[in-house]
């Protein structure tokens, strides 16, 4: 049979190597089934994303300043754990050669390549709060500290020049490894040389530490910092754990989009949502478990400066949200997505990532909105205040304005890697289990 009729290249076939099909010509692969015309979505999403900004600004000059600057964190936070989300699980399907994801890779890469702009999100809090407001969220950035013992001990890590240089590493980082992914699959789409996905797998080797210590660190600092008394070590994993559980929701939410628009058909399967679904119901339990974990071991040592962060959550209003993320991120999700048939239909599995993105709303909030209490009325601030439009806004500006360039990104290349090594392997993926 010749290479022309068996569909393998063998044109660079070296001995006891494993030749893979080169399907690129399959129907399903047709420029129109893996190509957006438009940018309307794009374009509504940003206008969403804008408004809502500009209400968040409106809630800081009528309302409370402390408030709508934490409100607007929250959402770049969300908008920076998806993205980062998707980098995270670029660079694990590429280390273990998950041939299933070979559809969803671009995908991935294009999430991946927003990390450094929702980082910049995400970095203009602190900046604001460090030149403009003084220290109305980060507490270590308030002058009426300046002489607490605690902040004393950690007064070399709170350095300004230290801080907002380690910020500008992580973006960096984020910059460098998504350019990189995505300019080496771009290469491959044109050239079809195989060798670039190694060259990537061997880039993700070292990558992946870079990326675990830069998300470790910037949830230290842009979100346990917030409070420099309190410290927990397993901070860094538990907003890990909030970035893979939104980062796949937010990848089903795109998937189902372009399905409904009639792209990807025979590319993105039933086969495929299920692995998704059980991406996502895997990390809804690993968030739980390193939710608890910290709980746990902080209620057990019973050490003041980590117990006071809780002990401010569960009062005032703010444990009836505690109780909500016990339930909503945890319960509800865990018995919904054990089901087989929930993890294998589109718009069940879409509801449940518009649900886990809700969560991580709450999360977020429940971090950080108790840190814009700036009198005992607005210390019981909760979800039931009359002021919660801020909160809503803050949370739709960073995530429409995430979904946006998400989708921008998407059409301004193939939503699909076509030379992918295991694009054969992809497409005709099934599952058993």
């Given at each position: ?370 840190m814009a209490a700036i009198n005992e009325v607005e210390a019981q601030m909760a979800l039931t205040n009359k002021h919660i ?14 979904f946006g360039l998400f989708w921008r990104v998407c059409a301004s290349r193939p939503l699909v890697a076509v030379h992918d090594?295991?694009m054969a392997e992809a497409l005709h993926h099934k599952n058993y289990v």
């Amino acid at each position: 049979m010749s290479s022309a009729t068996s569909g393998l290249d063998t044109s660079k076939f070296v001995p006891g190597t494993i030749v893979l099909p080169d399907v690129s010509n399959d129907p399903a692969l047709k420029r129109e089934n893996i190509t957006i015309s438009g940018s309307t979505p794009s374009t509504m999403l940003l206008g969403v994303g804008l408004i809502a900004l500009v209400a968040t600004i409106v809630g800081g000059a009528v309302v409370s300043k402390q408030h709508a600057l934490a409100s607007f964190h929250v959402g770049a936070c969300t908008a920076l754990a998806m993205s980062l989300g998707g980098l995270f699980f670029l660079q694990a399907t590429s280390l273990t050669n998950a041939g299933w994801s070979a559809t969803i890779r671009r995908l991935l890469e294009n999430m991946a390549s927003l990390a450094p702009i929702c980082g910049v999100l995400a970095a203009i809090t602190p900046i604001l709060d460090f030149v403009v407001f003084k220290g109305s969220l980060f507490t270590w950035m308030n002058p009426e500290y300046s002489s607490d013992y605690l902040l004393s001990k950690k007064a070399i890590f709170f350095t300004p020049v230290f801080f907002f240089g380690r910020m500008g590493l992580y973006l960096v980082i984020w910059w460098y490894l998504s350019r990189v992914y995505v300019a080496r699959s771009l290469e491959q789409d044109r050239t079809g040389d195989r060798s670039l996905s190694a060259k990537t797998r061997f880039t993700a080797s070292w990558g992946m530490i870079l990326t675990a210590l830069s998300i470790a660190f910037c949830a230290f600092d842009w979100l346990m910092s917030f409070d420099f008394r309190f410290f927990s070590t397993m901070w860094g994993v538990y907003y890990f754990a909030g970035c893979a559980y939104s980062g796949i929701a937010a990848l089903i939410i795109i998937t189902q989009a372009l399905r409904n628009r009639g792209l990807l058909k025979g590319v993105v399967t039933d086969e495929h949502y299920h692995d998704l679904g059980k991406l996502q119901f895997a990390f809804t339990v690993f968030w739980a478990y390193i939710a608890f974990s910290q709980y746990f071991l902080i209620w057990y040592s019973n050490i003041p400066e980590e117990t006071a962060w809780y002990v401010a959550r569960k009062q005032g209003g703010w444990e009836y949200l505690f109780y909500t993320l016990c339930f909503g991120h945890f319960l509800v999700p865990f018995l919904v997505l054990i089901f087989r048939d929930v993890k294998r239909k589109g718009t069940a599995l879409t509801f449940m990532a518009g649900w886990a993105i809700t969560m991580q709303v709450l999360d977020m909030i429940f971090i950080v909105r108790p840190m814009a209490a700036i009198n005992e009325v607005e210390a019981q601030m909760a979800l039931t205040n009359k002021h919660i439009w801020i909160d809503a806004a803050g949370a739709i500006a960073g995530i429409a304005i995430f979904f946006g360039l998400f989708w921008r990104v998407c059409a301004s290349r193939p939503l699909v890697a076509v030379h992918d090594p295991r694009m054969a392997e992809a497409l005709h993926h099934k599952n058993y289990v």
